[in-house]
């Protein structure tokens, strides 16, 4: 009774403005240890993070400097204070870490966020002329190519997209390096060791390329070094350690995590290190359907199984989208539910609407008209607001040539935002376009960032083809609060709209 009554307090039924459901409510009111909150796509997580705040403080009487709230940018940080009037630590991994090294009279400056690719662009520039190394590089792209007469001139103008795939395969292998904590000695006796694991077609390719990375990744080492500097994932391991050593300054009795599903080593590390020291409860929020930055070192694992980094802990589930139709629910949980590697769940909307996916269909000749058309069409539907997503930055360039201010197309009166997948998740609008679905090996899926030489070296029970590619395509199709419009090639479909297209409407622009 005394659960029921809480359950229907005066409390939940205005948290900024918004009634909570029974889920959110029963996740407020849960006081264990661990909690994982498993929160489908547009179910409303912010807000229930939010509430979750305001309970402990209003209801429990926790103070405010008690709690200690952790997400994962800049942005969803300063969205986060926004909606809270207490002055409570809320920080991103790399904030926090900061603060807990000033708090033990530890300071050091911090590399810039781009030097990797400053480092990778320096060394295809200049100084891969002079360490020997230029034609591990052109047997790579032998491999995809099939072109005898390469040299870098030709790849970087004549496959400009594919170097610069390959050029963040490298950035990506080496953060999956730091954020995994690997130390860079004992990875290379693991590689040493472990020489015959590639399959022989690719064995020579793979070789190539890591070759490559390793040289670039000394290069990136000499230049922190020389500077006397230290990069963010450094910067949270060493944070770890010296929590380890000398204690916390600080003491967090709750301690809530936003994006669970995107959480490093490294970072997981850091909170179980806090944990430990404060005796503190954790609450963290996710949803492993939308884990896609595997790039900057993500481990899904943690998030799937949370019970083995996370003793005595338990389980809530928020399942009711208020963003997307039942309709568009059916065919997104039909298609990312085949990767077996996930947390089972049901998704529940109270929309409904008829065929929310749309085909269109494109020839290479006609690409760029069939999108302005498509956008005519919504025009005249009065649907102008529209998100355009593509997998890469790059691939607004092929259906759109005039200007883009901040990310906005001019176009009419229309609101057009072009966005890649990776920088739109968390984000919703009316209506979405998604762009380049063909079966290429910088389609979507994007093959080259699924290459082999990632899967063998880090540790990912993930067997499924393209899993993280299928996660990626289901944040893409799930932005929207009405429909999805596929712009794919005719007779060369992605592989991803083969298996949905049963369930969606063509349509002629």
């Known amino acids: 009774m005394e659960e029921e009554n809480k359950l229907t307090d005066n409390f939940f039924d205005n948290i900024n403005g918004y009634k909570l459901d029974l889920n959110q409510r029963k996740i407020i009111l849960d006081n264990h240890e661990n909690i994982l909150v498993v929160a489908g796509a547009g179910s409303g997580k912010t807000l229930t993070i939010v509430g979750k705040i305001k309970y402990l403080i209003e209801k429990e009487n926790v103070n405010p400097k008690d709690i200690l709230c952790i997400s994962f940018t800049n942005e969803t940080v300063n969205s986060l204070k926004k909606k809270l009037v207490y002055e409570l630590d809320i920080f991103t991994f790399h904030k926090l870490s900061l603060e807990i090294l000033h708090d033990h009279h530890v300071f050091f400056q911090i590399a810039e966020s781009d030097l990797l690719e400053y480092v990778v662009f320096e060394y295809f520039e200049s100084y891969i002329y002079y360490n020997g190394h230029l034609n591990y590089v052109i047997e790579y792209f032998k491999y995809y190519t099939e072109v005898d007469n390469l040299n870098l001139d030709i790849i970087k103008k004549d496959y400009f997209k594919l170097f610069l795939s390959y050029k963040k395969l490298i950035i990506k292998f080496i953060n999956m390096i730091k954020s995994h904590d690997h130390n860079i000695t004992n990875f290379r006796k693991y590689l040493k060791r472990n020489k015959y694991i590639f399959s022989r077609k690719k064995q020579f390719k793979n070789k190539c390329f890591l070759i490559i990375m390793f040289d670039i990744y000394n290069l990136y080492l000499s230049e922190m070094n020389s500077s006397y500097k230290i990069d963010f994932d450094n910067m949270i391991s060493l944070t770890s350690k010296i929590i380890k050593k000398f204690g916390m300054k600080k003491f967090y009795k709750y301690i809530i995590i936003d994006e669970f599903q995107d959480t490093s080593m490294v970072r997981y590390n850091l909170v179980k290190n806090i944990q430990e020291e404060c005796d503190s409860k954790i609450l963290c929020v996710g949803d492993d359907f939308q884990s896609i930055y595997k790039f900057s070192g993500c481990t899904l694992d943690l998030f799937v199984n949370f019970r083995k980094y996370f003793k005595n802990s338990k389980t809530l589930y928020m399942n009711k989208t208020y963003r997307n139709s039942l309709d568009l629910i059916k065919i997104s949980y039909s298609f990312i539910k085949k990767n077996p590697y996930q947390l089972s769940k049901k998704i529940i909307s109270d929309k409904r609407l008829n065929s929310p996916v749309k085909l269109v269909y494109y020839t ?146």
């Open 364 to 509: 290479r000749s006609n690409y760029e008209y069939k999108f302005l058309r498509l956008l005519d069409k919504l025009y005249l539907e009065n649907k102008k607001e529209i998100l355009v997503l593509g997998r890469c930055n790059h691939d607004i360039t092929s259906v759109y040539k005039g200007d883009i201010i901040d990310g906005y197309i001019k176009y009419k009166d229309m609101n057009v935002r072009y966005l890649t997948v990776h920088t739109s998740k968390g984000l919703e609008s009316e209506n979405v376009i998604i762009l380049n679905l063909c079966d290429d090996i910088l389609g979507f899926p994007n093959k080259m960032e699924d290459d082999e030489v990632l899967k063998l070296f880090f540790k990912n029970k993930e067997k499924y083809l393209y899993a993280e590619e299928r996660r990626l395509f289901y944040v893409a199709l799930t932005r929207t609060k009405n429909y999805v419009y596929l712009l794919t090639m005719k007779n060369n479909e992605s592989i991803f709209v083969k298996e949905i297209k049963s369930k969606c409407e063509i349509i002629d622009v």
